[in-house]
């Protein structure tokens, strides 16, 4: 009789142990998901990669409150597992968990490679956090909290005391559209090149050249009349129509770029996140973050309830099957205009009777929004910059 039965028992204990494993696996799953909702809703800003499978938490993520939540829920339900999350940053960084960006412009890509579709791009001087390491590449968070990956070569690793330190020296915001920094004061050997809102520290100054150094320690010289000290230059930005429309149409015929944000090259949220940093704000990096800022002004085409700053967005309405697809942004200048970067950047109107008339955009206007003197935690001022980077 026993040996009919204690297979048979065997057999309904293993039956019963798979399906409560089964269970506390799409129990958990079903928690990890409504964890995510809240506090990782946007995949580009926050990472929750995590899964329950084989009576493992496995995954990755930068939100370690919300993790350990997760951990005391499943201990509270007595739920056994092991915990194998890695937790960013890496413990393998050690210190080096802060990076200053060392070149003009670094390219920051959505994976780890060279051939990876093209995210965003940082500045000179931009403060980055670091949260991995993958064969030389850097997975980093910007000041805006994009999360995308940028080559050794773009970047200087930090401790963040090193940072801090470097938050205390004296420095300079590049103020010229374009230009360098010479390895002498007679201008003949390039060090690097520079785009307007590269941040540079200050060794020494002559008449009319700066002695500069780049956030790796290289160093040069540079024009006095093409920089502005930090301090100086913070005080100065506004985001009056005046400033706004000047700093746009100093970018006319900059040539479209997918993931650009500097005068080598925009996308059409590059673009505006382009102005509103040359004037003291960072606002989210895509047209779909930049459209959840601010208040409405207008869903009707009502042009004169519209300001000049105030963000136009683009794309396919919603219906009751599929969601709203935004996938443009300008800028409008008034008189019926707007600015924005198709192709290039260029100059848009609705007025029929206008050259620039665009029936393409008019088809496919959704709504514009306001950010100017709006209040928002995902809108920062220019000089939390360098005193934060937080997202």
């Known amino acids: 009789m026993k040996r009919i039965y204690i297979p048979l028992l065997l057999s309904c204990f293993t039956l019963l142990f798979s399906c409560k494993s ?43 409150e919300a993790l350990e939540e997760l951990v005391d829920e ?15 940053p890496d413990a393998g960084l050690g210190e080096k968990t802060k990076a200053l960006v060392t070149i003009s412009v670094a390219n920051i890509r959505s994976q780890p490679k060279h051939s990876a579709e093209l995210a965003t791009q ?24 994009y999360l995308s990956w940028v ?16 938050f205390r020296e004296p420095k ?18 390039m060090v690097s090149d520079l785009v307007a809102g590269d941040i540079l ?34 005080a100065s930005r506004n985001t009056t129509p005046e400033a706004l429309i000047s700093t746009a149409k100093q970018m006319m015929g900059t040539p479209y770029l997918w993931g650009g944000t500097s005068i080598k090259g925009v996308d059409c949220s590059g673009f505006t996140k382009t102005i509103y940093y040359l004037n003291g704000q960072i606002i989210p990096r895509d047209a779909s973050q930049q459209i959840n800022e601010g208040e409405l002004v207008d869903a009707d085409k009502n042009w004169d309830k519209l300001q000049v700053g105030d963000l136009l967005f683009f ?18 200048i008034g008189n019926g205009e707007f600015i924005h970067s198709r192709g290039l950047v260029r100059i848009s109107s609705f007025d029929p009777n206008n050259p620039n008339y665009d029936e393409y955009e008019l088809g496919r206007y959704l709504r514009t929004k306001r950010i100017v003197n709006v209040p928002s935690e995902h809108i920062l001022s220019v ?9």
């Open 201 to 234: 520290t200050i060794q020494d100054e002559t008449k009319d050249q700066l002695k500069v150094n780049l956030p790796d320690g290289r160093q040069g010289w540079i024009s006095s009349s093409e920089a502005q000290d930090w301090e100086s230059w913070i």
């Open 315 to 332: 794309g396919v309405k919603g219906t009751p099957e599929k969601k709203e697809r935004v996938v443009h942004v300008g800028m409008w």
């Open 383 to 391: 000089s939390e910059l360098l005193t934060t980077n937080q997202p």
């Open 151 to 166: 080559d050794r070569a773009g970047v200087h690793l930090m401790s963040e005391a090193e940072l801090e330190h470097w």
């Open 172 to 189: 300079v915001v590049f103020t010229a559209l374009t230009g360098h920094v010479w390895k002498s004061s007679d201008k003949t050997e």
């Open 122 to 145: 940082a500045l000179m001087g931009t403060p980055l956090n670091v949260l991995k390491e993958n064969d030389g590449w850097f997975l980093v968070q910007t000041p805006d909290g």
């Open 22 to 64: 089964e269970n506390n696996e799409a129990e958990v799953n079903s928690l990890i998901e409504a964890k995510r909702a809240v506090i990782a809703p946007d995949k580009r800003v926050s990472l929750w990669e995590l899964r329950f499978e084989n009576d493992s938490l496995k995954g990755e993520t930068n939100q370690p």
């Open 74 to 88: 499943l201990k509270a339900q007595q739920i056994s597992f092991t915990d194998a999350v890695l937790r960013l």
